[in-house]
């Protein structure tokens, strides 16, 4: 089964994404920002991470440099979900981050998904 980490302090969106997730056979974990984020990748090494950027604490932004310095996760694949358009450039070199604008249609969510983990 494939695995994804979400990382939402917004329990909605959370919400919604796992709704739109479970269904199609993926197993999620769930972190409510960036610090519990980085335990949880480094305990459970998901197929994928999908992070809001705004979060208290360490936001999604922050949580790509703590992972890409581990050897451990460096090389999972992320999708950052943001209200900001100016925030979805900001790491276009890295080929391992995708970007989804809020709001997220179901269609827009799994394709993404999709794009990064091969079902």
């Known amino acids: 089964m494939r695995t994804i980490l979400i990382v939402e302090d917004y329990n909605p969106m959370l919400e919604f994404e796992k ?27 998901p197929d994928l991470i999908i992070s809001d950027v705004k979060m208290d604490n360490l936001n999604g932004f ?6 890409r310095d581990d050897p451990a996760t460096a090389k999972i694949p992320m999708i ?15 080929r391992n981050i995708g970007y989804l604008l809020k709001p997220v249609s179901p269609e827009e969510l799994l394709g993404a998904v999709k794009k990064w983990i091969k079902t």
């Open 19 to 45: 709704k739109v997730l479970i269904p199609e056979g993926f197993e999620i974990f769930e972190a409510e920002n960036g610090e519990a984020a980085l335990e949880i990748a480094k305990a459970k090494l």
């Open 80 to 94: 950052l979900v943001t209200g900001e358009a100016q925030n979805a450039g900001m790491w276009n070199s890295d």
């Open 62 to 67: 922050m949580l790509i440099e703590y992972l």
